[in-house]
């Protein structure tokens, strides 16, 4: 069964980074693009932050070009998320997710992230 647990977030002030970890289970990295969304208050959709694909080629959204970072370490089988620079529009639920290459996607619970100005 596929699993997978956020934790790290919390309240920060502008300016200054935290990092999320998303725990899996049940998968290996190896048949599996991970990723990060984000939902924000007053936005229906969630958008997304990050992407890594199986060999390890990442993807940013423009907005979180330079000032976030997806990472991984297999032998935890976590995925991080380092984010730096934050803005108080960066508030909202962070959610981490895993699609595999057959298709579908598996999602977290979410971990909450506030950012005070």
Known sequence: EVQLVESGGGLVQAGGSLRLSCAASGFTFDDYVIGWFRQVPGKERREGVASMTNGGSTHYAEAFKGRFTISRDMAKNTVYLHMNSLK??????????????????????????????
């Open 88 to 117: 108080p529009e960066d508030t909202g639920v962070y959610y981490c997710y895993a699609r595999p290459l057959s298709g579908g996607r598996f999602w977290g619970q979410g971990t909450r992230v506030t950012v005070s100005s």
